[in-house]
Nanobody, 122 residues
């Protein structure tokens, strides 16, 4: 059983910063990509960005320069640093990871966190 637990969401004023964390626990052999998605009210879930197991990052074009993803492989944790937040960044943020649960699990499975609310408002 694998579990992803997110933390760090909350209410922040425009221009502020937040750092989200997502810790994976359970029967983890290794983790491929670790990523973040978000879903605003009335909108589809969209990719924020991801980081590969070799540390390569990829971001949605509209978020480049404000958001940074990093990972700590020892802690099985991925982070999302969000700076200069705008009201349109308000959404539920989800982490998503492709996790191998054993050495014979070649491709891994897709796992999601429960989501954490980020609200940007004055």
């Amino acid at each position: 059983q694998v579990q992803l637990v997110e933390s760090g969401g909350g209410l922040v004023q425009p221009g502020g910063s937040l750092r989200l964390s997502c810790a994976a626990s359970g029967s983890i052999f290794s983790i491929y990509n670790m990523g973040w998605y978000r879903q605003a009210p009335g909108k589809q879930r969209e990719l924020v960005g991801l980081i590969t197991n070799s540390g390569i990052t990829n971001y949605a074009d509209s978020l480049k320069g404000r958001f940074t993803i990093s990972r700590d492989n020892y802690k099985n944790t991925v982070y999302l640093q969000m700076n200069n937040l705008k009201p349109e960044d308000t959404a539920v943020y989800y982490c998503n990871e492709r996790i191998r649960i054993g050495s014979t699990d070649k491709f891994g499975g897709d796992y999601w966190g429960q989501g954490t609310q980020v609200t940007v408002s004055s």
